[in-house]
């Protein structure tokens, strides 16, 4: 089965779904790039929230296809899909999901690891949050917090003077600031952290961070609101191999 993989990275991040694709050896297109043959292909795999562009797009396609939900979640819908992939149990009870349903999410675990964890007392960062500078990742919390204290994320483009804001209120208050780093940097900065704290609200994202985090030997700390992240507090560090493996299974089953 030839399967391409359509997604809408602003940026290259080698995250576990990157690292899954590359196991399973699909082709890739990114929006914005020079537009395939989709009809050489027999499964369209997207990777984007309901609404996005990924799914705006798949939604014209004949192809048998599936979309790997992910962003913002308050939009719904899923008649053209063969199948859909959901990260955590709060999301697809959310949005209240029928139809073809497979569990898919991973990090990974090549970069986000624990390498020494005797070391963890040497961390140099107290207080680690990581997100978009947008008013749903609710980085300004951080302020509260002892210590040293450090907010790495990506200028929003549709929206800098409220990420510009936010910044500044940062640093007015002795938070340090980081702009958007590679994936690589950024597990450095994990594994330099005691306490990774996610202060978003349910859609502010974080599933991924969380896990990050916790592989990377951090403590975490997420608002008490926020159902969707309690069940990654405990559930397995799943990694790009499961990730690989649940996408593969679900498109054999439902994408012939």
């Not at 029928?98 to 020494?116: E, M, S």
């Not at 990506?154 to 590679?182: A, H, R, Y």
């Amino acid at each position: 089965m030839k399967v391409l993989f359509v997604s809408d990275y602003k940026y290259e991040v080698r995250d576990g779904l990157f690292e899954a694709i590359n196991l399973l050896k699909y082709d890739r297109f990114n929006i914005g790039s020079n537009t395939p043959n989709f009809a050489s292909y027999d499964f369209i795999l997207g990777h984007g929230a309901f609404g996005s562009r990924v799914d705006l797009l798949l939604q014209t396609l004949p192809n048998k296809k599936g979309l790997c939900i992910a962003g913002n979640v308050w939009k719904q819908g899923n008649s053209a899909y063969d199948v859909l992939f959901y990260e955590t149990e709060w999301v697809k009870d959310f949005l209240n999901l029928q139809g073809n349903l497979v569990h898919a999410f991973g990090i990974n675990t090549k970069l986000f690891n624990n390498t020494d964890p005797t070391l963890y007392r040497y961390r140099s960062i107290d207080y680690l949050s990581v997100g978009a500078f947008a008013s749903w990742k609710n980085h300004e919390k951080i302020i509260n917090k002892k210590g040293n204290r450090v907010c790495i994320g990506e200028i929003q483009k549709d929206n800098k003077e409220e990420s510009m804001g936010i910044i500044q209120t940062l640093l007015s208050q002795g938070v340090g600031v980081i702009p958007q780093v590679d994936s690589e940097s950024l597990a450095r900065y994990y594994q330099s952290a005691k306490t990774v704290y996610i202060p978003a609200n349910i859609y502010g994202g974080g599933e991924r961070a969380l896990l990050e985090a916790r592989s990377c030997g951090c403590l975490i700390e997420i608002e008490n609101d926020n159902e969707k992240l309690k069940e990654l507090l405990d559930t397995p560090i799943w990694d790009e191999k499961y990730y690989a493996l649940q996408l593969f299974q679900g498109i054999k089953t439902y994408g012939l």
